[in-house]
């Protein structure tokens, strides 16, 4: 079955980064793309940006165009997400998601969440 | 960027009973493209309805959604103990993807 199996939580300090792994499982990786989704407590979910695990195509929200970064290891069936320039607002649980196909815009399985926290 | 508004911020309900969550958006969502999701204490959220009427995989057929333009619904026939938790609407028809605030359905 698919799975989507996501790095452990992270406490980092006000400016610092933070690289989260999410491990796919259960399908052919390459074929469907990989979204970030982020819950900061009390929040609606906010959708960051999202990789064309295919050919490694990215697009990102305004919000987080110039912190984000998505990448993918196909060899290792795995998409990263990396923050840069963290403040106490990025406290929140970052979600994986998996596309319905190579962009549909609508996720089929999630993964379980990792918490980051940024405090000093 | 679209905003959804979910109403209403919690449902209270018994088991059996239908529930119907409402999802108005700020403009008209391209092609009927709003998805609905369930989410669970601790648990990543779990996709119910795409393209407003159609059901994932493994949905029970309780569940149905329905609407086009700014409004939308999910309706649940006969609310079983599961069924309690948190809901979110989902437009993927203009960029950025956005979500609802959610709707809280609780046990009355």
């Known amino acids: 079955q698919v799975q989507l199996v996501q790095s452990g939580a992270e406490v980092k300090e006000p400016g610092a980064s933070v690289k989260i792994s999410c491990k796919a499982s259960g399908y052919t990786f390459i074929i469907s793309a990989i979204h970030w989704v982020r819950q900061a407590p009390g929040q609606r979910l906010e959708w960051m940006g999202w990789i064309n695990a295919g050919n490694g195509n990215t697009k990102y929200s305004q919000t987080f165009q110039d912190r984000a970064s998505i990448t993918r290891d196909t060899s290792a069936n795995t998409a990263y997400m990396e923050l840069t320039s963290l403040r106490s607002e990025d406290t929140a649980v970052y979600y994986c998601?998996?596309?319905?196909?190579?962009?549909?815009?609508?996720?089929?399985?999630w993964g379980q969440g990792t918490l980051v926290t940024v405090s000093s | 960027e679209i905003v959804l508004t979910q109403s209403p911020g919690t449902l209270s309900l018994s088991p059996g009973e239908r529930a119907t969550l409402s999802c108005r958006a700020s403009q008209s969502v391209s092609g009927s493209y709003l998805a609905w999701y369930q989410q669970k204490p601790g648990q990543g959220p779990r996709l119910l309805i795409y393209?407003?009427?159609s059901r994932a995989t493994g949905i029970p057929d309780r569940f149905s959604g329905s609407g086009s333009g700014t409004d939308f619904t999910l309706s649940i026939s006969r609310l079983a103990p599961e069924d309690f938790a948190v809901y979110y609407c989902?437009?993927?028809?203009?960029?950025?993807?956005?979500f609802g605030q959610g709707t809280k359905l609780e046990i009355k």
């Open positions: 393209g407003a009427s």
């Open positions: 998601a998996r596309d319905r196909g190579s962009y549909w815009g609508y996720f089929d399985h």
């Open positions: 989902q437009q993927y028809g203009n960029s950025p993807e956005t």
